[in-house]
C-alpha cells in the first residue's frame, strides 16, 4: 500500500517523485519499459525554452518560465548537464516582422527576462553561419540546452535514494476505485495506493478516461531529428528557431551539451503510440527547413536520425492537477514540457502533501552526484584515479572516450543500466560516430559480468530486444548432430 502511485517515470513522472521525496509519503513509480526515459523524455530537442511562445495565461507559460528559472539551481543540486547559452527566433522577411513584435510581446507578459529584437548586424555578430535571407530576431538570453537522459535519470535517482520505489516492465491493465484508495493491476501484480499520478505520456489519455467522467484525447506528434557529429562542434552557438507555426516552432538547429550539434523536429501526427520510425520524407523535409534558417549546415556530418512522440492534447494545454478525486493529472505533456518538468514537479508535490496532510521528510536528501566523467579532471587526477580505480584507464567507447570505470558506476548505482541503452543514456557509450559498432560487445560484457547473468541475456532496451541468439560452437555442434 502506497501513499501515491505515479504511472510515468519519464521526465514529468520522475520531477513529481522527486519533489515529492521532500515529504514523508511512501511513493512507488510504475513503468512499462525497463527504465527511466524510454518515452519522449529521450526523444526531443533537449531544450531548457525560455517561456516567450507558450500562449499567455495558459499553464504551458506558467509551468515553462517558472522551470526555466529554476533550471540552472536544480542542475547544480542534481549534478546534470546544462547550458544557458541562449537562444534565437530568426525573422526571414521583413512581412513576418509583426509576427516577431508579437512573439516578444507574448514573452514579456509571461515574465520572460532579458528579451530582445535584434537586427541584422547583431544577429549576424551572435550567429556568424545565420542565413543571408534573415531580417531580425527575437534573442532571449534564458533560453538553454541540457541533456534529457541526465535530467531524468537524476531525478529518479534522487527520489530512489530518498525512499521512492521503481517498478520496471510493469504496465498497467487496469485501474479500480477502493474504499481508501485505487487498486492498480498490471502485468507484475497489484498495487494499491491512496493516490494516483497519470504522467503515461502519450498513453495518458487512456489512463485518465479509465477514471474521470470528462474525457480527453491524446494525438501522438512525430518529431524526426537528425544529430551532426562532433566535428560539426560550433556551427551554432546557440539554438536557433524559426519563427513558430500552428504545429509548434519549426525545425530548430542547436549546439548539444556534448559538443554535437542537433536539427529538427517535423510534427506529423500519428496514430501508432509507437510509431518513433523515421521516415525519409520526414528526414529530407526537415533538412530542408532548416537551411532556411542557417547556411551552409554540414549536413553530411549526420551520425544518426532517430524520432519521438509528444503527447499533444487536443486542447493544446497541459492537464495537472486533480481530475477527479485522488487522481491527478500530468497529461498532455509535449513542448515545453522539459523545461516545464521541474515546476510540475514542484506544484504538483505542494499540491498533493497540502491535500493529504503530508509533513516534511526529516532525512531529505537534496542532492544527487552524477557518473564521474574523468575527462573533466586534470591529467594528474585522472592519473591519481587510474591508481585507485584502474577500470578509469580502459576506454570502452572510443567515439565519446568512455571508460569502463564510468560503465561500471552507471551499472551499479541506484536503478542502475540494465541494458546497453541504458549504458548508452548514462555514460554517452555507443553515441559516437561509428553508433555503437565497436565498443557494443565490451559493454555487453561488462553487463554480463558486473549483473551476474548470462552474455545471452543482455538486451538492447528491455526484453525482445536480445542481441544474441546461440554460439557459433553450439550452432556447429547441432548442425554435425542433425548431419
Request: hydrophobic share 40%; charged share 25%; with cysteine.
Amino acid at each position: 500500500m502506497y501513499d501515491v502511485l505515479i504511472i510515468g517515470a519519464g521526465v514529468t513522472g520522475c520531477a513529481v517523485a522527486r519533489w515529492l521525496a521532500r515529504y514523508d509519503v511512501r511513493v512507488c513509480v510504475l513503468d512499462r519499459e525497463e527504465d527511466v526515459c524510454c518515452g519522449t523524455s529521450k526523444a526531443n530537442s533537449a531544450i531548457a525554452h525560455a517561456g516567450f511562445d507558450a500562449r499567455h495565461g495558459t499553464k504551458m507559460a506558467q509551468f515553462n518560465v517558472r522551470g526555466s528559472e529554476m533550471m540552472e539551481s536544480v542542475a547544480k543540486e542534481l549534478d546534470f548537464s546544462y547550458n544557458r547559452c541562449g537562444s534565437l527566433v530568426v525573422c526571414l522577411s521583413e512581412d513576418d516582422l509583426d509576427r516577431l513584435e508579437a512573439l516578444y510581446e507574448n514573452g514579456v507578459k509571461n515574465g520572460v527576462k532579458g528579451l530582445e529584437i535584434i537586427d541584422r548586424a547583431r544577429l549576424r555578430e551572435l550567429e556568424p553561419n545565420v542565413s543571408d535571407d534573415a531580417v531580425a530576431a527575437l534573442w532571449a538570453p534564458t533560453g538553454a540546452i541540457l541533456c534529457p537522459f541526465e535530467m531524468t535519470l537524476a531525478f529518479a535517482e534522487n527520489a530512489a535514494e530518498n525512499g521512492t520505489e521503481f517498478f520496471f516492465d510493469t504496465e498497467v491493465r487496469s485501474i479500480a476505485r477502493e474504499q481508501d484508495g485505487w487498486r492498480v493491476e498490471t502485468n507484475n501484480g497489484t498495487f494499491y495506493a491512496r493516490a494516483l499520478v497519470n504522467a503515461a505520456g502519450v498513453y495518458a489519455d487512456v489512463i485518465h478516461n479509465a477514471v474521470c467522467e470528462t474525457k480527453i484525447h491524446i494525438t501522438p506528434r512525430r518529431g524526426d531529428y537528425v544529430l551532426l557529429d562532433h566535428a560539426a562542434q560550433g556551427f551554432v552557438r546557440h539554438t536557433v528557431f524559426q519563427l513558430p507555426g500552428k504545429l509548434g516552432k519549426g525545425v530548430l538547429v542547436s549546439p548539444t551539451v556534448h559538443g554535437n550539434v542537433i536539427v529538427g523536429p517535423t510534427a506529423i501526427d500519428v496514430e501508432d503510440r509507437e510509431g518513433t520510425n523515421t521516415t525519409a520524407e520526414g528526414i529530407a523535409t526537415l533538412m530542408q527547413k532548416a537551411l532556411l534558417s542557417v547556411k551552409n549546415l554540414p549536413l553530411r556530418q549526420t551520425i544518426t536520425s532517430f524520432a519521438g512522440l509528444r503527447a499533444h492534447e487536443d486542447g493544446s494545454e497541459f492537464l495537472i492537477g486533480e481530475s477527479a478525486p485522488d487522481f491527478f493529472d500530468c497529461a498532455g505533456i509535449e513542448s515545453p514540457g522539459l523545461s516545464s518538468a521541474p515546476a510540475i514537479g514542484e506544484y504538483l508535490s505542494e499540491r498533493i502533501a497540502s491535500r493529504y496532510g503530508y509533513g516534511a521528510r526529516k532525512e531529505y536528501r537534496a542532492t544527487r552526484r552524477g557518473i564521474l566523467d574523468p575527462k573533466t579532471l586534470s591529467k594528474e587526477e585522472w592519473n591519481a584515479l587510474i591508481e585507485k580505480e584502474p577500470a578509469y584507464g580502459q576506454i570502452i567507447c572510443r567515439c565519446e572516450s568512455v571508460t569502463e570505470g564510468e560503465i561500471i558506476d552507471a551499472i551499479r548505482r541506484p536503478l542502475g543500466a540494465k541494458s546497453l541503452d541504458g549504458v548508452k543514456r548514462r555514460t554517452r557509450a555507443g553515441m559516437g560516430r561509428c553508433q555503437a559498432g565497436f565498443c557494443s560487445p565490451r559493454v555487453m560484457e561488462i553487463l554480463a559480468r558486473e549483473r551476474n547473468v548470462p552474455l545471452e541475456s543482455i538486451t538492447k532496451n528491455g526484453k525482445g530486444s536480445e542481441l544474441i541468439v546461440g554460439t557459433t560452437k553450439d550452432a556447429y555442434a547441432e548442425a554435425n548432430d542433425e548431419a
